[in-house]
């Protein structure tokens, strides 16, 4: 025992200086936890906004393009899964046509910093195409330039801006083709800004005269009062509707509007889209009714008409002179008798219910056909009016007035005979047959418009002829309606004249059908145009011939003059016919070339071979019509060409065409694949590890050289076994398991297996598998590769005891530091105490002192029998005692450390065969690494140790209240070198060698943990 020279003062100063060094560790220490925390939690809100981000997000190498990470939208963008994003590069995601222009926006932001860039178009993983805002900078990670790209999906506002544009295009279509006069005007000027053809038509000032005056300036108001009353109900209510409004045309003629106007805005101006509908035939008609009606009237005073008068019960009390004229019964003989007795004996059970209703009924005029028998018995059509006479709102009889319709009926019937003929031919045929008024208004259309357009004939006739007529086909109609009328003008015009022209109809489903259409006037009986009759017939299927017709003629000179192939024609030998490719080819002129045998163009070496063939071919003998030769160029070099070859007739005499294709980048491919597959042959044999081939059964189809060297075969013998034959009896059923999983599951596979070699020899190899897969994708075998790990095995065994002098330095280190002083100043000073002369209290106490010291060091002393290197050897151990043993050592640090053990050791744990040394090395290993992370997370903690026999094993689980293991670092943790330690604290090798002791014990190690909730390390060993 050494002597003590230090005074007590010096270690009171030593410890002080300890003391504060220990001080300023933990603020530092707490000052760098604090760091790690803060920039933990500022790249969990990076993560947090990087993931949740309404755009998508790729970050690129700005060097390669590849991606480097990706958002979770970009993922749902694309379509692709976040690991299939890793492996993809820029011009994946974008259609081939748009990769210059990507490509250069690619770069730009790397030059001048963030740019945006407006409808990109951007591909998803099934082909589909949407477009994207992108906003592109430049960032800077560990040192390596990166680019950012936030793309924001624009498929909506496309869509949105798709449809204003269809529905501005759908307005200026209805504008534009209205058969009504349309305009828009500023308000207050009334100035003009658009104006339709209808406006044109209707009042004759065309556009380019309206556009920028006001109406007042064209004076198409006959009374400018009006326009200041519709404007101020526009003003006033926004709109107004039908109001008649007289006009004036460019010509001076006034006719008769019916106005709509509506306010709009236009660029924020006020504006007036006004609609005016030319009503001056209708209004014409309206006052010749009046007329009519009036002239009606004079006609029934002056008795023109049979008017009778009837009284409640049916009797006839009074009837004129026409009524006795069209009865043919004189008034007397009327007067008196039942209205009835004069009716046909068919109408009068249907007409009394008619008279009841006129006497006792509503009171309401009535109107009816019937017949009557005149008095020489024929029978007469008679057209009633029944008129109730009240008095004193009572109905006491009617009058009728009585016209004889008998010739309208006949005329009638013999239209109706002419009109079934007719009707009858116009609905049987094909064509669509219809007729329209000069307002272009439709009267009549054949059934057969279904087929052609879709609508039933109602639907058809509800329609304008601008709904059913292109826009471009209207507007040609309406030019050669224009110049039909005014050739009615010109007395030697044809009257019955007919005008054909082909057009296009739209169908109900919004397709376009071209038509031929004959057109023709209908006359009234002054010799004036009526209607239009209008024959249209579907000429779909001749459009098509004609389109395949020049479709086929332009295949024709593209196949012959633009393909890749040359093409020739030969008679007797001579090149009469030579495409421009042919030409190329050789480099000869059209002049050097027609005229010329072909034998001439033919490399020496294979002119025999093309004079047989063509003389075996004309021949008609069979002859293979493919085959390769060389031919000569203008230079007197020499191509190689694949020619196919056939008889055909080339202007009336048989003739021989050959198809002559380049063949000089397929010979160089050819040539370059077979390099390749010598190439790809010699880096199979020269690869260090063994690599086999199989079919799907496992059958061998090819190995390597070092394949055969590592199993002791022949390549021969190896080809045609089985991979199981390979394999040690003991793991061939892990072997066949492992392969079914691959084919199925698609996975890389590795294990550790005791291979066999030819000398009836075994090795310990890596052996992973993977699925072989053809051109298309189906699994054809697998792809084994086999590495031997005898050495790195022993490699495994030497960490072992590198780890163990690593554990046992770092011990030795904390003993020397945290006991062997002051147990020596202990023991020294307790000794030096015993020599004087004490108290027997005083001196037992300092007695135990010593004795405790004594024992501290016979701890020290097991450390250092522990540390020493053992030879593996195996015995019945109590894994209970192992526990006990290793805590004993550890008792001190947990104490000080502040760290509670618990355990629950099962009692009746069976012994088993373990090397006890290994053993001890692994718990104390796990302990001490849950020791650690506790400490560091809240300096202490509690530990629950806990064994039980399951099954055949036994189970060992070390729970610790720490802080966890993160999920991405758990499938590491047994990795050789792989530590979360600071440096100086751990070397990486602890678990690693423990999971080698364990799989050496044919045990299994593995760890489960949550971050935040501590982590549970379990060992299982069999019972042996």
């Known amino acids: 025992m050494g002597t003590i020279t230090k005074s007590r003062d010096q270690l009171i100063q030593e410890l002080q200086t300890l003391r504060w060094r220990v001080a300023e560790l933990e603020t530092s220490e707490a000052r760098r936890k604090q760091t790690e925390v803060e920039l933990m939690e500022s790249e969990q809100r990076f993560r947090a906004v990087f993931n949740n981000a309404a755009d998508g997000i790729i970050i690129a190498d700005t060097e390669t393009a590849k991606f480097y990470a990706a958002n979770e939208t970009i993922s749902r963008m694309l379509g692709y899964s976040s690991e299939e994003l890793e492996n993809l590069w820029v011009m994946d995601i974008h259609p081939e046509t748009d990769l210059p222009y990507v490509t250069a926006l690619f770069q730009k932001p790397a030059k001048k910093g963030s740019t945006m860039a407006h409808d990109i178009p951007v591909k998803r993983k099934d082909g589909s195409v949407f477009f994207a805002d992108v906003n592109s900078f430049p960032i800077i990670l560990s040192g390596k330039e990166y680019l950012v790209g936030i793309f924001h999906d624009i498929t909506e506002r496309k869509q949105a801006e798709e449809q204003l544009r269809q529905s501005e295009e759908k307005f200026a279509k209805a504008f534009h083709s209205s058969p009504d006069a349309m305009s828009i005007t500023t308000i207050p000027e009334g100035r003009y800004l658009d104006i339709n053809r209808g406006f044109t038509r209707i009042t004759g000032?065309?556009?380019?005269?309206?556009?920028?005056?006001?109406?007042l300036e064209l004076g198409v108001w006959t009374d400018s009062a009006d326009r200041t009353r519709i404007q101020n109900m526009v003003l006033e209510q926004g709109r107004v509707k039908n109001q008649e409004v007289r006009y004036r045309k460019k010509s001076g003629e006034v006719f008769l509007g019916l106005l709509s106007a509506e306010r709009i805005e236009i660029n924020g101006q006020p504006c007036l889209l006004s609609v005016v509908t030319d009503i001056t035939k209708r209004w014409q008609t309206i006052e010749a009714l009046r007329q009519s009606e009036e002239k009606y009237r004079s006609l029934v005073e002056d008795a023109h008409a049979g008017v009778a008068t009837i009284d409640r019960k049916g009797k006839i009390t009074f009837?004129?002179?026409?009524?006795?004229?069209?009865?043919?019964?004189?008034?007397?003989?009327?007067?008196?008798?039942?209205?009835?007795?004069?009716?046909?004996?068919?109408?009068?059970?249907?007409?009394?219910?008619?008279?009841?209703?006129?006497?006792?009924?509503?009171?309401?005029?009535?109107?009816?056909?019937?017949?009557?028998?005149?008095?020489?018995?024929?029978?007469?059509?008679?057209?009633?009016?029944?008129?109730?006479?009240?008095?004193?709102?009572?109905?006491?009889?009617?009058?009728?007035?009585?016209?004889?319709?008998?010739?309208?009926?006949?005329?009638?019937?013999?239209?109706?005979?002419?009109?079934?003929?007719?009707?009858?031919?116009?609905?049987?045929?094909?064509?669509?047959?219809?007729?329209?008024?000069?307002?272009?208004?439709?009267?009549?259309?054949?059934?057969?418009?279904?087929?052609?357009?879709?609508?039933?004939?109602?639907?058809?006739?509800?329609?304008?002829?601008?709904?059913?007529?292109?826009?471009?086909?209207?507007?040609?109609?309406?030019?050669?309606?224009?110049?039909?009328?005014?050739?009615?003008?010109?007395?030697?015009?044809?009257?019955?004249?007919?005008?054909?022209?082909?057009?296009?109809?739209?169908?109900?489903d919004g397709s376009t059908v071209p038509v031929e259409i004959k057109c023709g006037f209908l006359r009234s009986p002054d010799g004036k145009p009526a209607e239009i009759l209008v024959t249209a017939r579907d000429i779909t299927g001749h459009r098509q011939i004609e389109k395949q017709l020049r479709q086929s003629e332009t295949k024709y000179v593209t196949l012959v003059e633009q393909g890749n192939d040359g093409i020739i024609i030969l008679q007797d030998g001579v090149v009469k016919f030579a495409n421009s490719q042919i030409m190329e080819t050789t480099g000869f002129t059209a002049q050097s070339t027609i005229g010329r045998a072909f034998i001439d163009f033919v490399a020496p070496k294979y002119k025999q071979l093309v004079i047989d063939r063509y003389r075996q071919r004309l021949a008609g003998h069979e002859t293979p019509n493919r085959y390769e030769i060389e031919i000569l160029t203008l230079k007197g070099a020499s191509i190689p060409v694949e020619i196919?070859?056939?008889?055909?007739?080339?202007?009336?005499?048989?003739?021989?065409?050959?198809?002559?294709?380049?063949?000089?980048?397929?010979?160089?491919?050819?040539?370059?694949?077979?390099?390749?597959?010598?190439?790809?042959?010699?880096?199979?044999?020269?690869?260090?590890?063994?690599?086999?081939?199989?079919?799907?059964?496992?059958?061998?189809?090819?190995?390597?050289?070092?394949?055969?060297?590592?199993?002791?075969?022949?390549?021969?013998?190896?080809?045609?076994?089985?991979?199981t034959d390979l394999v040690a009896p003991n793991d061939r059923t892990k072997v066949m398991e492992n392969t079914k999983n691959t084919l199925e599951n698609g996975k890389t596979t590795a294990s550790e297996y005791t291979l066999l070699t030819g000398k009836s020899g075994e090795f310990t190899a890596d052996l992973s598998t993977a699925v072989f897969k053809d051109s298309y994708g189906n699994a054809t075998g697998l792809v084994a590769v086999i590495r031997d790990i005898t050495e790195r095995k022993r490699m495994q065994e030497q960490l072992i005891v590198t780890d163990r002098l690593a554990s046992i330095g770092e011990l030795a280190a904390g003993i020397a530091h945290e006991i062997n002083n002051p147990l020596t100043s202990v023991i020294g000073f307790s000794q030096l105490l015993l020599n004087r002369d004490l108290g027997s209290d005083v001196r037992k106490d300092l007695e135990i002192v010593s004795s405790e010291?004594?024992?501290?060091?016979?701890?020290?002393?097991?450390?250092?029998?522990?540390?020493?290197?053992?030879?593996?050897?195996?015995?019945?151990?109590?894994?209970?005692?192992?526990?006990?043993?290793?805590?004993?050592?550890?008792?001190?640090?947990?104490?000080?450390?502040?760290?509670?053990?618990?355990?629950?050791?099962?009692?009746?744990?069976?012994?088993?065969?373990?090397?006890?040394?290994?053993?001890?090395?692994?718990?104390?290993?796990?302990?001490?690494?849950?020791?650690?992370?506790?400490?560091?997370?809240?300096?202490?903690?509690?530990?629950?140790?806990?064994?039980?026999?399951?099954?055949?094993?036994?189970?060992?689980?070390?729970?610790?209240?720490?802080?966890?293991?993160?999920?991405?670092?758990?499938?590491?943790?047994?990795?050789?070198?792989?530590?979360?330690?600071?440096?100086?604290?751990?070397?990486?090798?602890?678990?690693?060698?423990?999971?080698?002791?364990?799989?050496?014990?044919?045990?299994?190690?593995y760890a489960e943990s949550e971050p935040g909730k501590g982590a549970t390390f379990t060992v299982e060993l069999p019972i042996i």
């Open 319 to 508: 009837v004129n002179k026409a009524m006795a004229q069209i009865t043919g019964y004189t008034g007397r003989e009327i007067r008196g008798k039942q209205f009835t007795s004069f009716l046909y004996p068919k109408d009068k059970e249907r007409i009394k219910p008619l008279l009841q209703e006129a006497l006792y009924g509503s009171g309401n005029k009535h109107h009816l056909e019937l017949r009557a028998v005149h008095k020489k018995g024929q029978i007469i059509y008679l057209y009633a009016s029944l008129t109730p006479i009240k008095e004193e709102g009572e109905t006491i009889g009617f009058n009728a007035a009585v016209t004889d319709i008998t010739e309208r009926k006949q005329a009638e019937e013999a239209l109706r005979q002419s009109e079934r003929h007719y009707r009858l031919l116009a609905e049987n045929t094909k064509d669509v047959i219809w007729t329209v008024d000069l307002d272009m208004h439709l009267t009549f259309i054949t059934p057969s418009v279904t087929s052609l357009l879709g609508y039933t004939v109602e639907e058809a006739l509800a329609k304008k002829m601008v709904e059913v007529f292109t826009p471009a086909s209207f507007d040609r109609a309406m030019e050669a309606f224009y110049e039909e009328m005014s050739a009615e003008t010109r007395s030697s015009e044809n009257p019955s004249r007919s005008r054909a022209m082909e057009i296009e109809l739209v169908r109900k």
């Open 205 to 215: 000032h065309h556009r380019a005269k309206v556009i920028g005056r006001t109406s």
């Open 644 to 723: 196919n070859a056939s008889v055909i007739e080339y202007e009336g005499k048989p003739a021989d065409m050959a198809i002559i294709r380049d063949i000089t980048d397929r010979k160089r491919t050819e040539e370059a694949l077979r390099q390749t597959i010598e190439t790809m042959r010699l880096m199979f044999d020269s690869v260090t590890d063994g690599i086999l081939v199989t079919d799907l059964n496992g059958k061998i189809t090819g190995v390597n050289e070092s394949l055969v060297h590592l199993h002791g075969y022949t390549r021969e013998e190896m080809i045609g076994l089985n991979i």
């Open 853 to 1005: 010291a004594q024992r501290a060091v016979r701890v020290v002393k097991n450390l250092l029998t522990f540390a020493r290197k053992h030879p593996t050897t195996k015995q019945m151990v109590d894994l209970n005692s192992v526990i006990n043993k290793v805590l004993e050592l550890r008792s001190y640090e947990q104490k000080v450390n502040n760290i509670q053990v618990i355990k629950d050791l099962a009692p009746d744990l069976p012994e088993i065969t373990i090397d006890y040394f290994q053993m001890q090395q692994v718990f104390l290993n796990i302990i001490i690494n849950a020791e650690y992370f506790m400490n560091e997370a809240h300096h202490g903690g509690t530990m629950v140790i806990t064994t039980i026999r399951s099954g055949d094993n036994i189970k060992i689980a070390f729970k610790d209240d720490g802080p966890g293991i993160p999920r991405e670092i758990l499938g590491h943790l047994f990795d050789p070198f792989f530590t979360t330690k600071e440096v100086g604290k751990g070397t990486g090798l602890g678990l690693s060698i423990c999971h080698g002791i364990i799989t050496e014990h044919n045990g299994r190690i």
